[in-house]
């Protein structure tokens, strides 16, 4: 019971976390680029509104440093306590801001210190959530354990991009510009209470509580993961970028392309990643079940190599019909790259030691986001030029996932290096034998 609420919590704030994120990544493609960066040029707008959408992005780092420090040094669960504030509050605020038609240039201006503030919340969230499973979790459970916060992205963006449908099907389209839009944004509050009181009813986890009696907390995390583990910081961010650049477009940019370069409606992009994201919540678990036999980094590799078999492919196909559409959506979203993503907590944990586990994940995990974060601005602009070649999408893509694909050849099998603390044999690895394994 107790490792169930453990889980919840992690989950819960998560979801919540990433429907909020997310939120904004649908908002954009449809009501920020008319309501906050009007031009008459289309893809100017567009451009100029996925800048702050991969401004979010680029403070994530900034979070990563600020909670993790406080979590490698205070408590896992106080750092995600403000984690959840943080993206809340501005969330919140982001449903009564005023328009561009409204204030002028000072409505942009508050949306973008308000997506900067929701980056950097989310920047601390996503390392704290893995921290407080896997921690948890006993030994032989801890793939499984690390998939669950992973569930919070698919449902996330399934809650946020479900209510921009049900809102968008019960208002006409000027109802939808006016108000309509403010109302996800709004109802975070609501979703906010509900996480906080979850979480606050759940322990400081068990590697914390150990580091803190043994008086091994590090004095300046950050510093100390440069000292002992920065070939595992420059590692992570190798193996999420590939597979992270991906990801951004297909649960974020895809809206824009789907309806400026396809011609699909804006109802048949939402469904499409709905039912995609919908299959995650298959996927995630059930990978993260079987990474605890046949492991991380199998599953890892697999993953990638299967994207890179697709990755043009995808982009020929969609265009052809919406089934079509719905199918790649589903294949490469919901369980390749759900595949991948499930995997990621606990591959890329298992690779720092615990007094600075949390600096150390969450910054690599998001200096690898902030760089895919920028990815939309750059298929605006290729798209604006020379329209939706399957051949240039495609072939980006490609780039990224054989830099990733390299480092997860020859990344070490986590499994058997890292021990956690409720393993006897934890006390006994030292830092130098975790380095060694690690290079």
Known sequence: MKNFRVLLASVAGSIIEWYDFYLYGTATGLVFTTLFFPSSDPSVSILIAFATFGAGYAARPLGSIIFGHMGDRIGRKASLMLTLIGMGGSSFLIGLLPTYAQVGLAAPIMLVVLRLLQGIALGGEWGGAVLLATETATKGVRGFFGSIPQLGVPIGLVLGTFSFTLISSLTTEAQFMSWGWRLPFLFSAVLIILAVWIRSGIEETPEFKRNKEQGELAKVPIFEAFKYNKKDIFRLIGLKVGDGLF?????????????????????????????????????????????????????????????????????????????????????????????????????????????????????????????????PMLWTELGAKYGASPYLFGGLMIAGLLISLTLAIFAPDTRKVTQYADQPEATEISQQSIDKVSV
Request: overall charge neutral; charged content about 5%; aromatic content about 16%.
């Open 247 to 375: 990801n951004v477009f297909l649960m974020s940019f895809i809206l824009v392309y789907a309806t400026t370069h396809l011609g699909y409606s804006r109802d048949v992009a939402l469904f499409a990643l709905t039912i995609s994201c919908a299959t995650m919540i298959i996927s995630i678990p059930l990978v993260g079940y079987l990474s605890d036999f046949i492991g991380r980094k199998t599953i890892y590799i697999s993953g990638i190599v299967a994207m890179l078999l697709l990755a043009i492919p995808y982009f020929t196909m969609i265009p052809q019909s919406t089934t079509w559409f719905y199918v790649m959506q589903v294949i490469l979203l919901g369980v390749i790259w759900g595949s991948i993503f499930s995997t990621q907590g606990t591959l890329f944990s298992e690779l720092f030691p615990a007094n600075v586990r949390y600096t150390g994940l969450s910054l690599g995990y998001q200096v690898a986001a902030a760089i895919c974060g920028f990815g």
